[in-house]
């Protein structure tokens, strides 16, 4: 299973660049806002075992919020939602979470969507002193839109709310953190790169097949000056 998932990273990285060349540098969610945000940390209620999920405090943070094949609103598309926080040592904590279902089986899988407040999980999965991590962002607002621009204007007036959750092995979600879109900047979209393999929150690190399938086409496409994160 190892290698089949690198060995499928490594193929998959060849049209990946072809499309980033084609799109501009970004082969998968092409289409997105980039907003500003604050994550207010409270914890794990009981803890996690993890610090960087009990940790408690409050942080100003990147979020790209994206259409993963860039169709066009209103139509259903695997949304993206990237959120950029700052790391002790301040190098880069990169969460990359697509629209899911929210069940221990269905945040597996990923499901288009119309409506942004939707769940969104890491599908990968983290390895941790507490065993098999995944981080999700949880509605926290009843509708949100999808469509950049849109999206930018609810941030701004404080629509784009989320709870960020995270699950050991197939246990329930436990909240440890609330994001709030504060606004947004121009350029809407500047060319931001997120990398969820190697920006892993401190304490945990990217496993599965997943992270194995992720790696190489990462490595892969960097290497071509065109990096599949998005």
Sequence with gaps: MTGLAELAGQVVAVPLGLVARWRGGRPMHPRGAVLDAVVERHGGTPPFGVPWLDAVGTE???VRMSRGAGLP???PDVLGLAVRLTGDDGSPVDLLLSSTGRGPLTRLVPVPR???AVPYSSIMAYRSAAGPVRVAALPATATAPSDPEPVARAAAAGGIA??????IGTGEW???AHLRGTGAGRPLDPPIRFDAVRNAPPGLAATGPMARFRAPAYATAREQGHPPAR
């Design 174 to 176: 436990r909240t440890f």
């Design 114 to 116: 119309s409506d942004a």
């Design 73 to 75: 609103a209103p139509l």
């Design 162 to 167: 989320f709870d960020l959750a995270a699950a």
């Design 60 to 62: 100003q943070v990147l």
